[in-house]
């Protein structure tokens, strides 16, 4: 797949002093869904603004598609679509001015039919003629998404796009980022609601201080990170762990009857079989067994708090 992003070594100091960015490198292929985790001030936002051209980085280059971000603004800017974190709508203007508008914004001849589409996909297209001060927050935040698809940008920008946003307008966006994807657009999303990353991302980075601490694909993360928890209820309850158990730790209930191991996904020599084995050789027998795995909400809780 080719690159459409390339992030090489980008630092942010602002004027104040505060440092947001330390030495940020990431690439994104074309088509793939990213999600961009971390706790408030992490320099997700900032990180975007430096892409989008609105931040000035002190350090580091970045390229669009090849189009460096400095050197080569409007071909680079062009490629892309920002819904910001910040709503700012023009008030007075009806929806589909101010749609049709931003397309022009980009030197991009009108399309009316593109502009109906992107409406429509986005349940706006009854609203055309409104005002947007009329409207509510959420379809409000849909017309942001139509302005920053409005000149059919390659590589979209959705910072915290679900935001207090109600549960069927969020389905409904990852249904359209999705679709999008699907006709070949790059989507970086940032999300406190991790359950959406969960959901949608093809691959995770999460922030944390200005750093990047991590990108991986989300499969391989879940299952490189994650912890799995075997629980067994069983036939006779156990007054006290047998000693050939001991090594692996498990947790006896107070009632004796479920025995709970927990084993790292990425240990040699534990998992549920030894575990397994070793109960048998002790004779102990079970009448049901369950398992869970840690999601990535547990994960990134520990990630963030790992490093603290
Ligand atoms: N214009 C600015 N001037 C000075 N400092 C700023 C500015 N914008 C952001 N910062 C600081 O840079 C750091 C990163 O902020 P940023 O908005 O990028 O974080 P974020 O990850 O997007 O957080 P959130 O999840 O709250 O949106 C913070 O310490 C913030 O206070
Ligand atoms: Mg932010």
Known sequence: ???ILDIRG??????SGQRALSGISLTVERGEILALLGPNGAGK???????????RASAGTVAVDGHDIVRDYRA???????????LTTDAFESVWATVSFSRGLFGK????????????ALSLWDKRDARIMTLSGGMKRRVMIA?????????????????GVDVELRRDMWQLVRELRDTGVTVILTTHYIEEAEEMADRIGVMRKGELLLVERKVELMAKLGRKQLTLQLEQPLHRLPSALAAFAPALSADGLALTYTY??????????????????????????QTTQS????????LVQERA
Request: hydrophobic share 45%; charged share 20%.
């Open 45 to 55: 936002t900032t990180l975007i603004g430096i892409v989008c051209g609105i931040v």
């Open 147 to 163: 302005k920053a698809l409005s000149h059919e940008p390659r590589l979209l920008f959705l910072d915290e796009p679900t935001a």
């Open 264 to 289: 790292d996904t990425r240990a040699h020599g534990s998992g549920m079989v030894a575990f397994l084995e070793a109960l048998g050789a002790a004779g102990i027998a079970f009448k049901d067994l």
């Open 295 to 302: 999601s990535l909400e547990d994960i990134f809780v520990s």
């Open 76 to 86: 680079s800017r062009s490629l892309i679509g920002l819904v910001p974190q910040e």
């Open 1 to 3: 797949m080719p690159t």
């Open 10 to 15: 980008v630092s942010k100091t602002y004027a």
């Open 109 to 120: 001849a009108p399309d009316p039919v593109h502009i109906e589409n992107t409406l429509r």
